[in-house]
């Protein structure tokens, strides 16, 4: 919140990614009069169990909604509905919900930047430890 100090209250919109998006700090930026729209992590300890249930393509809910994709994004939002829009692809013309087409528009380079670096991941150091035995003799 320190980062955002200057710009609450002031009807600013927010785009963040799912490194620091929760719904608690969604519900402090909407008290503070500051919109957020962006990606989330189900997996996190403050996300409702309920959020984290799949559903099927083209099934509705007025928190979320499923679309043809290749992996499942969930999108938080103050700002969106569940309005979808057409939108022109190589493949062909697409349906994405409004919050998703937002959300490509301001944060693309980002996530494409985190995306391109997990392919360099470093290597994790391995569990073992492995030590030098040392005998001294005793005379």
Do not use: W
């Not at 009807?11 to 799912?18: E, H, I, Q, R, V």
């Not at 992590?41 to 996300?47: A, D, H, P, S, T």
Request: proline share 6%.
């Amino acid at each position: 919140m320190p980062l955002t100090k200057p710009l609450l209250g002031k009807g600013y919109c927010l785009t963040m990614d799912n490194f620091c998006n929760t719904p608690h700090l969604a519900d402090l930026l909407i008290q503070n009069k500051t919109d957020v729209y962006g990606t989330l992590l189900l997996r996190r300890k403050e996300v409702p169990k309920e959020l984290a249930n799949k559903i099927h393509v083209g099934e509705r809910e007025s928190h979320r909604n499923a679309m043809e994709r290749q992996k499942d994004v969930c999108m938080i939002s103050t700002v969106h509905n569940i309005e979808t829009q057409e939108v022109a692809t190589k493949s062909g013309p697409k349906i994405k919900p409004k919050a998703v087409i937002d959300y490509n528009h301001t944060m693309g380079g980002v996530d494409r930047v985190d995306q391109h670096l997990a392919d360099y991941a470093l290597p994790r150091k391995r569990g073992k430890k492995y030590y030098k035995k040392n005998i001294l003799p005793f005379a």
